[in-house]
């Protein structure tokens, strides 16, 4: 039988393979090492492998961001945890300015491999300030790349994908998947004896023919629950297509699903000014018009501030019923 583990333990599994597989893979962040990471997440990897390996940091995002970008410039390969990624931008300069640009820079002859990680999301009640969901931001920028996982068997294969890479990839998590489960297949059933996703390649989380629901990140699982209500009370079989990586971004897999359907709506927890939705649907007009029987619809956190209210938060991002109520409305 397949195993079942959590979100967070499959980040762990995968952080804990990456330090064994490379002496260079370092992890550092706010809390990462003696106190298990904020989250839990490297909950014992302190204990497993040492300080020069996990390594606490002060709070100033802005100097350990830094200090893993020149590393990475010297052949290690630095995972940086943000407590939550809304402290990116105390840190922008870095991650944008000098992480993205220095292999282009340097004529190819320096590469920054470093990955940041941690929660970008909204829903937990926590307030604006700490509820940005900024992948929309991040992956604007030319040599950057962007995952977000929505399973655990996602977020394992790409965060070992992600150390592995040569370019900065900024990888973002969501803090109300840490707990959930889902099968992560085990080494001994993998053909080269470990579990890796290609970034780029995106997921047919739900095969349909009437419609393509297209998210990432934790409004795949809102899609997929959506999907289960209206083919049991509508008779309408809809089609997850999971991005998980931003940039690059999978293409193809997007265009051959509205291909299939004729029908798109994407759903994110961004907001919609500027999202990843804007992008797809430009995608899909530009190159896939024809086959479109209807307009490419959006869903998206509501262009505001994240609320501190909790029922009000909820009801600021998408939810089954908005994706339910916009698919019926051109099926």
Same mark, same amino acid.
């Given at each position: 039988?397949?195993?079942?583990?959590?979100?967070?333990?499959?980040?762990?599994?995968?952080?804990?393979?990456?330090?064994?597989?490379?002496?260079?893979?370092?992890?550092?962040?706010?809390?990462?090492?003696?106190? $298990?990471?904020?989250?839990?997440?490297?909950?014992?990897?302190?204990?497993?492998?040492?300080? /020069?390996? %996990? !390594?606490? #940091?002060? =709070?100033?995002?802005?100097?350990?961001?830094?200090?893993?970008?020149?590393?990475?410039?010297?052949?290690?390969?630095?995972?940086?945890?943000?407590?939550?990624?809304?402290?990116?931008?105390?840190?922008?300069?870095?991650?944008?300015?000098?992480?993205?640009?220095?292999?282009?820079?340097?004529?190819?002859?320096?590469?920054?491999?470093?990955?940041?990680?941690?929660?970008?999301?909204?829903?937990?009640?926590?307030?604006?300030?700490?509820?940005?969901?900024?992948?929309?931001?991040?992956? $604007?920028?030319?040599?950057?790349?962007?995952?977000?996982?929505?399973?655990?068997?996602?977020? /394992?294969? %790409? !965060?070992? #994908?992600? =150390?592995?890479?040569?370019?900065?990839?900024?990888?973002?998590?969501?803090?109300?998947?840490?707990?959930?489960?889902?099968?992560?297949?085990?080494?001994?059933?993998?053909?080269?004896?470990?579990?890796?996703?290609?970034?780029?390649?995106?997921?047919?989380?739900?095969?349909?023919?009437?419609?393509?629901?297209?998210?990432?990140?934790?409004?795949?699982?809102?899609?997929?629950?959506?999907?289960?209500?209206?083919?049991?009370?509508?008779?309408?079989?809809?089609?997850v297509v999971d991005l998980r990586s931003i940039r690059?971004?999978?293409?193809?897999?997007?265009?051959?699903?509205?291909? /299939?359907?004729?029908?798109?709506?994407? =759903?994110?927890?961004?907001?919609?000014?500027?999202?990843?939705?804007?992008?797809?649907?430009?995608?899909?007009?530009?190159?896939?018009?024809?086959?479109?029987?209807?307009?490419?619809?959006?869903?998206?956190?509501?262009?505001?501030?994240?609320?501190?209210?909790?029922?009000?938060?909820?009801?600021?991002?998408?939810?089954?019923?908005?994706?339910?109520?916009?698919?019926?409305?051109?099926?």
């Amino acid at each position: 039988m397949p195993r079942e583990i959590t979100y967070r333990e499959a980040l762990r599994e995968g952080l804990d393979e990456e330090l064994a597989h490379d002496d260079n893979v370092i992890i550092m962040g706010e809390e990462v090492a003696e106190y $298990n990471g904020a989250y839990k997440v490297t909950e014992g990897l302190w204990k497993k492998w040492g300080d /020069k390996r %996990l !390594i606490d #940091t002060p =709070i100033s995002e802005a100097g350990f961001i830094g200090v893993g970008i020149g590393a990475s410039m010297l052949g290690i390969r630095p995972v940086m945890e943000l407590m939550f990624f809304s402290f990116a931008y105390v840190a922008f300069d870095q991650m944008m300015n000098n992480a993205a640009t220095c292999r282009y820079m340097s004529g190819g002859l320096i590469h920054v491999p470093i990955v940041v990680r941690g929660p970008a999301n909204g829903g937990t009640n926590v307030g604006a300030t700490h509820s940005h969901t900024p992948e929309n931001i991040f992956a $604007n920028m030319p040599g950057l790349k962007v995952c977000s996982p929505a399973t655990p068997a996602d977020a /394992k294969g %790409l !965060i070992k #994908t992600a =150390i592995r890479d040569n370019d900065p990839v900024y990888f973002m998590e969501n803090t109300l998947l840490y707990g959930e489960k889902g099968e992560v297949p085990s080494n001994d059933e993998c053909e080269n004896g470990e579990f890796l996703i290609p970034l780029g390649k995106a997921d047919i989380k739900r095969e349909g023919t009437d419609i393509s629901l297209i998210a990432h990140g934790r409004a795949v699982i809102t899609a997929l629950a959506a999907a289960e209500i209206l083919a049991e009370e509508h008779g309408i079989n809809a089609e997850v297509v999971d991005l998980r990586s931003i940039r690059p971004l999978d293409e193809q897999a997007v265009l051959d699903s509205v291909r /299939k359907t004729h029908k798109a709506i994407y =759903i994110e927890e961004n907001k919609p000014f500027c999202g990843i939705g804007a992008q797809i649907s430009s995608l899909i007009m530009e190159q896939a018009f024809d086959d479109l029987d209807a307009p490419v619809l959006r869903i998206t956190s509501s262009d505001s501030p994240a609320f501190y209210s909790p029922p009000i938060e909820e009801a600021q991002l998408p939810r089954p019923n908005d994706i339910i109520e916009k698919t019926l409305s051109i099926c």
